[in-house]
């Protein structure tokens, strides 16, 4: 069981990126995923979550900016990111077993993608 995330660079404040997790050895079908971030010296902190119906649930820092959509025929949950701010630079992480709750604490279940760094420039 795997999750691979992808997507992240260097992008100048107001740009977009999408980010994309890859679930290998299960189907991410029915599967709350859900992406974090850590920032240098900070704790990690929830950002989006899909339930396994498809429901999204996000921070209110991302509300109106990222998206979160899947796409379960390429067991790929994506994080669509738009007018990116330097205050969002961090590593992106995705993770299984997410919910309204754990997101708020900044945690999931115990499968994790390796993470992908975002970085915003002023």
């Known amino acids: 069981v795997q999750l691979q995330a992808s997507g992240g660079g260097l992008v100048q404040a107001g740009g977009s990126l999408r980010l994309s997790c890859v679930a290998s050895?299960?189907?991410?079908?029915?599967?709350?995923i859900g992406w974090f971030r850590q920032a240098p010296g900070k704790e990690r902190e929830g950002v989006s979550c899909?339930?396994?119906?498809?429901?999204?649930y996000y921070l209110d820092f991302a509300k109106g900016r990222f998206t979160i959509e899947r796409d379960n025929a390429k067991n790929t949950v994506y994080l669509q990111m738009t007018s990116l701010k330097p205050e969002d630079t961090a590593v992106y992480y995705c993770?299984?077993?997410?919910?309204?709750?754990?997101?708020?604490?900044?945690?999931?279940?115990?499968?994790w993608g390796q993470g992908t760094q975002v970085t915003v420039s002023s």
């Open positions: 993770a299984a077993d997410c919910s309204p709750g754990t997101l708020a604490a900044g945690t999931a279940g115990n499968h």
């Open positions: 899909s339930s396994g119906s498809g429901r999204p």
């Open positions: 050895g299960f189907s991410l079908e029915h599967y709350a």
